[in-house]
């Protein structure tokens, strides 16, 4: 089974790798559709009269008089721009390089949880998950046996404080980006365009809302756990709830990680999007690695 397990997370692994470098060489290709900057790249084009200084950054109607069929071009390259000057995102990438960056940024890290999903499931090595969620029902188990109610209710309104904390900043900065993409969206011409952002604040609230959900729960049932401590002293419930607690706070934190993904994408195109997809997918390896040298092993075997 284990060498069956050691084949199967190679091959992930190598398969992962292949997209990242195939999808790489293609972020490459695209790298050489742009012209150098003209002499005079710091002038302001002769057919625009105001500037946008930041791809978030409202322009008037009024600001924009094209004169030319060359002032829909950007003045630092030759990517083509909208009507405020502002050079789209992913002008200079062709419609298939386009969708195969976002694709291989799917495809990395659906793939990645799949394969973390699998080893959970269908091997003995414990991820960091299934080791936290191991030491909190050790806890409970230990709060019980020595009737700590005190030390456990103070441990319980710390962790409910951090994640009331945690969900109260994910919905803070979802509103403050979909202000900011709906005053975009009110003023976009470009039909494709107000329908590509629609879609990727679709993906930010989905993520984003989804994370506040899983804290809230992991808040609901600690609050549970804090009534039943003293009552229910004969039977394992309270170690149940504690364990799905830390479920909770483990898809809080991973949803909100999530949402820089299509953030990335909003703000960078799909260049950004497959760049950060790269990033997140080395991050989860590092903090989702079974734990080392923290005394879990003789923790666990002493409530065998």
């Given amino acids: 089974l284990q060498a069956k397990q050691h084949q199967f997370n190679c091959i992930c692994v190598s398969l992962m790798h292949s997209v990242m470098k195939t999808s790489g060489f293609l972020l490459l290709l695209s790298a050489g559709f742009t012209l150098p900057a003209p002499t005079n790249a710091f002038a302001p084009s002769p057919g625009i009269k105001q500037q946008c200084k930041s791809p978030f950054t409202q322009c008037p109607k009024s600001s924009v008089e094209p004169t030319s069929k060359s002032s829909n071009l950007n003045f630092f390259t030759s990517q083509p721009t909208d009507k405020c000057g502002r050079p789209r995102l992913n002008a200079s990438l062709s419609p298939t390089v386009n969708t195969a960056l976002i694709s291989s940024s799917i495809a990395i890290l659906s793939g990645y949880h799949i394969s973390l999903q699998w080893k959970e499931s269908n091997s003995g090595t414990k991820t960091w998950r299934q080791y936290q969620a191991d030491t909190r029902e050790d806890w409970s188990r230990h709060v019980r046996e020595t009737e700590g109610w005190l030390y456990a209710i103070q441990t319980l309104r710390n962790a409910i404080t951090a994640q009331t904390f945690l969900a109260s900043t994910v919905l803070s900065l979802l509103t403050l980006i ?44 600690m609050t549970h756990a804090g009534f039943m401590f003293p009552v229910k002293t004969c039977n394992t419930t309270v170690d149940n709830i504690m364990r799905k607690t830390q479920n909770c706070q483990w898809l809080g934190l991973r949803m909100m990680y999530l949402s820089l993904a299509p953030i990335s994408w909003v703000v960078g195109g799909s260049r950004s999007f497959f760049v950060v997809a790269c ?17 879990y092993e003789e923790f666990q075997a002493s409530y065998i």
Avoid at 183 to 196: F, G, K, P, S, Y
Avoid at 207 to 218: D, H, K, R, V
Avoid at 279 to 295: T, V
């Fill in 279 to 295: 990033l997140l997918f080395q991050f989860f390896r590092s903090i989702d690695k079974q734990p080392e040298g923290l005394g």
């Fill in 178 to 221: 979909t202000g900011r993409i709906w005053d975009i969206l009110r003023n976009e011409t470009d039909v494709w365009q107000a329908r590509l952002l629609t879609v990727q604040l679709a993906n930010i609230s989905i993520f984003m809302l989804l994370s506040a959900y899983q804290f809230l729960q992991g808040v609901r049932l």
